[in-house]
T-cell receptor, first 114, second 117 residues
Framework: GESVGLHLPTLSVQEGDNSIINCAYS??????FIWYKQESGKGPQFIID?????DKRQGQRVTVLLNKTVKHLSLQIAATQPGDSAVYFC?????????????FGAGTRLFVKA | DAGVIQSPRHEVTEMGQEVTLRCKPI?????LFWYRQTMMRGLELLIY????????DSGMPEDRFSAKMPNASFSTLKIQPSEPRDSAVYFC???????????????FGPGTRLTVT
């Protein structure tokens, strides 16, 4: 069935280090992927997306890597800052007749130590 | 723009009561989404609209849930009758483009925390 899962529920990193958050997906038909950041008490915030015809996309301090062979997605945050502390979700998008279906992973909590 | 606006921010109700959650999307956004977030099930897409028309409601848990979008600036999610298992945070989000298109971005509201006792 369709599922999106995360390898690590929590990740603790030192301020200034790089962070890598991983995500596995199971539906090979998924053609679009999104990473979200959710701070405590707030709604998810769109970070970066990637289409299935790409294997890498870079934003400001963030990079998303897509490995379709093993159905793996990762979010890399460079020079992690205390403000990056949050829960990070990956989401996959499955196209289907007349629309699309978005499925979210369970989330990874990132702690940034000062 | 003030972003996506949701009301109320918190709602506590008794089992069996009707609950109505409200959302005002960002002006000019043609897509509106309703999500539910719980510890057990995470984030789930319930329904989304395009130009006020419901496109996919396959995520709506059961007939007790209904959503409407009477105009481009307002949407409601109604639960009647409510049950304790409906307790969750409900998010509304909007976007100008559908997911997967170039320069796609989706904006979430602050959410409504619903507690059904």
């Amino acid at each position: 069935g369709e599922s999106v899962g995360l390898h690590l529920p929590t990740l603790s990193v030192q301020e200034g280090d790089n962070s890598i958050i991983n995500c596995a997906y199971s539906n090979s038909a998924s053609d679009y992927f999104i990473w979200y950041k959710q701070e405590s008490g707030k709604g998810p915030q769109f970070i970066i997306d990637i289409r299935s015809n790409m294997d890498k996309r870079q934003g400001q301090r963030v990079t998303v890597l897509l490995n379709k062979t093993v159905k793996h997605l990762s979010l890399q945050i460079a020079a992690t800052q205390p403000g990056d502390s949050a829960v990070y979700f990956c989401a996959e998008n499955n196209p289907h007749t007349g629309g699309f279906k978005t499925i979210f992973g369970a989330g990874t909590r990132l702690f940034v130590k000062a | 723009d003030a972003g996506v606006i949701q009301s109320p921010r918190h709602e506590v109700t008794e089992m069996g009561q009707e609950v109505t959650l409200r959302c005002k999307p960002i002006s000019g956004h043609d897509y509106l989404f309703w999500y539910r977030q719980t510890m057990m099930r995470g984030l789930e897409l319930l329904i989304y609209f395009n130009n006020n028309v419901p496109i996919d409601d396959s995520g709506m848990p059961e007939d007790r849930f209904s959503a409407k979008m009477p105009n481009a600036s307002f949407s409601t999610l109604k639960i009647q009758p409510s049950e304790p298992r409906d307790s969750a945070v409900y998010f509304c989000a909007s976007s100008y483009l559908p997911p997967g298109t170039g320069d796609y971005e989706q904006y979430f509201g602050p959410g409504t925390r619903l507690t059904v006792t």
